[in-house]
């Protein structure tokens, strides 16, 4: 199966900041079938980027999702105070569908 | 909007069968065109696909869970289920059930339910 590694596994920053998360497959991923998610505290997680670059419906346009091949990168471009979360990323277009392990973005 | 519910016991045995069901309301789980999915997390950890129903019956399920697994699914109550037997304290984890979108992507998830194994 594909392993999707996420870097870093911790990301301190302030709010209104830039956030550069990364997401490297162990194989080639078909830009189509990849997808970002954030997880609150307590919550399930919620679909935030799919086809590598399609922000889901409600999701502000601060979320951007860029790459292709094995590299993929989730930008927030002004952190709000409801960024604060975990972030993974996701492949489907090779089964079993994985995920990585997570980035955490906290309060700086 | 659609929305999943997971119902099912929070405490199963070393060795038993964990059970869990999973109620869609806001759409009907035979409109065709999404696959229903279970996905698990371990505490503090990241996110284990753990297979998929077709409102047909169809399933697929992860390889190395695979001796383990069923699904089912009842589309005169619009809900599925999921079954994973001979337990241990890795199975230990928050269980969610998703719908898996047109391309591949889980585009609505249940709140989750957390399954303890445990004596």
């Known amino acids: 199966e594909i392993v999707l590694t996420q870097s870093p596994g911790t990301l301190s920053l302030s709010p209104g900041e830039r956030a550069t998360l990364s997401c490297r497959a162990s194989?080639?991923?078909?830009?189509?079938?990849f997808a970002w998610y954030q997880q609150n505290p307590g919550h399930a997680p919620s679909l935030l980027i799919y086809g590598a670059s399609n922000r889901a419906t409600g999701v502000p346009d601060r979320f951007s999702g860029s790459g292709s091949g094995t590299d993929f990168t989730l930008t927030i471009s002004r952190l709000e105070p409801e960024d604060f979360a975990v972030y993974f990323c996701q492949q489907y277009g090779s089964s079993p569908p994985t995920f990585g392990q997570g980035t955490k973005v906290e309060i700086k | 909007q659609v929305q999943l519910q997971e119902s099912g016991p929070g405490l199963v045995k070393p060795s038993q069968t964990l059970s869990l069901t999973c109620t869609v309301s806001g759409g009907s789980i035979s409109s065709g065109n999404y696959y229903w999915t279970w996905i698990r997390q371990h505490p503090g950890k990241g996110l284990e696909w753990i297979g998929y129903i077709y409102y047909s019956g169809s399933t697929y399920y992860k390889p190395s869970l695979k001796s383990r697994v069923s699904m089912s699914v009842d589309t005169s109550k619009n809900r599925f289920s999921l079954k994973l037997n001979s337990v241990t304290a890795a199975d230990t984890a928050l269980y969610y059930c998703?719908?898996?979108?047109?391309?591949?992507?889980?585009?609505?998830w249940g709140q989750g339910t957390l399954v303890t194994v445990s004596s």
């Open positions: 194989q080639s991923v078909s830009s189509r079938n």
């Open positions: 998703a719908r898996e979108g047109s391309n591949g992507e889980f585009d609505h």
